[in-house]
C-alpha cells in the first residue's frame, strides 16, 4: 500500500478525517448523505433542513455515529483538534439491490454500531501510520456505504430467515439496548419492543442471531467497554459501571471470559498500537 501523509491535503477524498471536513465549515454542497464517527472525546453538532424543510439539529458524540445529509453543516462543541471520520456515502458502487435498499435509509438518524466503530478505530490507526491513501479511504467508504444501505436500508423490514422477527426490528431491540445499556436489561422488556412474550422472544431472537437474548445484551456491554478503554482514560469502576456491570470485579470476569485478557491488559494493549 501507498505510504502517503498527503490525506488531509486532499479535500475530495470520500473518507475524510473531521479537522479536514472542518475546514470548509463542515458543509458539502453536494447530494446524498455523509456518516459521522467522531472519537474519542470529540462531540459534533449537525444540523439542516430535511426534505420537508424541517430544521433538524443533533449531537454525536463517540460510540455513537449519524447519518446526516451532505449538505448539513457540521460544527465542533469545544474541540480545537478534533477527531474521527465524515464518509461520503454513495449509490453508484452498490449491487442493484443494495441501490433500491440505499433509497430507504433515515437521513438524521443516530445509531451505535459496532462494526462502524471498528472501521472508525481502524481508520485512525492506519491514518497515524500513515498508511492509508486515497484508493485505501475509498475502499473503507464503499465497504461502509454497503453497509449502512443492507442493515439501515429498504430492505432491513424484511422479516428474518425462518422467523417472524425483520431488520427494523432487530434495529430497534438494538437501539433500546445500546440506549439503556448502563441499567439492568430484562428479556421481557425486549418482547414488549416487538409485541411478543418474552418465551417467544427468546426463541424467535435465537434464531435470528444465534444467540439468546441475554448473551447478546453481554456481549454488547463488552463492546461498549472495549470502546470506552480504547478512546478515554477513565477509571475501571466507571467502564464497568457505564457498561450495566453492577461491580468491577463482576465486569473482570465477564470480560476476561469473552476477550481473554482483563480490561487493564486490554486498555495497556491498545495504547501500546495507538503509541
Not at 37 to 46: N, R
Not at 60 to 79: E, F, K, M, R
Request: overall charge neutral.
Amino acid at each position: 500500500m501507498k505510504q502517503t501523509s498527503g490525506l488531509d491535503a486532499d479535500h475530495g477524498l470520500r473518507c475524510k478525517t473531521l479537522n479536514v471536513a472542518f475546514t470548509n465549515g463542515g458543509q458539502n454542497p453536494a447530494q446524498g448523505l455523509r456518516l459521522v464517527m467522531p472519537t474519542g472525546t470529540t462531540d459534533v453538532q449537525a444540523a439542516g433542513c430535511d426534505d420537508l424543510g424541517v430544521n433538524q439539529s443533533i449531537l454525536i458524540s463517540a460510540p455513537s455515529v449519524a447519518v446526516i445529509p451532505a449538505c448539513a453543516q457540521l460544527a465542533t462543541i469545544g474541540d480545537n483538534d478534533p477527531k474521527g471520520w465524515v464518509v461520503e456515502l454513495k449509490r453508484c458502487v452498490l449491487g442493484q439491490a443494495s441501490r433500491e435498499s440505499f433509497v430507504a435509509v433515515p437521513k438524521w438518524s443516530r445509531f451505535w454500531d459496532p462494526f462502524l466503530r471498528e472501521v472508525a478505530d481502524t481508520l485512525s490507526a492506519l491514518h497515524v501510520v500513515k498508511l492509508i491513501d486515497a484508493a485505501c479511504a475509498d475502499a473503507f467508504a464503499d465497504v461502509i456505504s454497503v453497509h449502512i444501505a443492507l442493515n439501515y436500508g429498504l430492505w432491513a423490514g424484511a422479516a428474518m430467515p425462518d422467523t417472524p422477527l425483520t431488520r427494523q426490528m432487530l434495529i430497534r431491540i438494538e437501539a433500546f439496548v445500546h440506549e439503556h445499556i448502563t441499567e439492568t436489561i430484562l428479556v421481557g422488556q425486549l418482547a414488549v419492543l416487538v409485541d411478543m412474550s418474552a418465551s417467544h422472544f427468546a426463541r424467535a431472537f435465537k434464531t435470528a442471531t444465534g444467540s439468546p437474548p441475554h448473551r447478546y445484551v453481554t456481549l454488547e456491554r463488552v463492546k461498549f467497554a472495549r470502546t470506552i478503554l480504547r478512546e478515554e482514560t477513565v477509571s475501571l469502576v466507571d467502564v464497568a459501571a457505564r457498561a450495566g456491570f453492577q461491580t468491577q470485579q463482576h465486569f473482570t470476569d465477564v470480560f476476561h471470559r469473552y476477550t481473554g485478557v482483563t480490561p487493564r491488559a486490554y486498555r495497556l494493549a491498545n495504547r501500546k498500537v495507538g503509541s
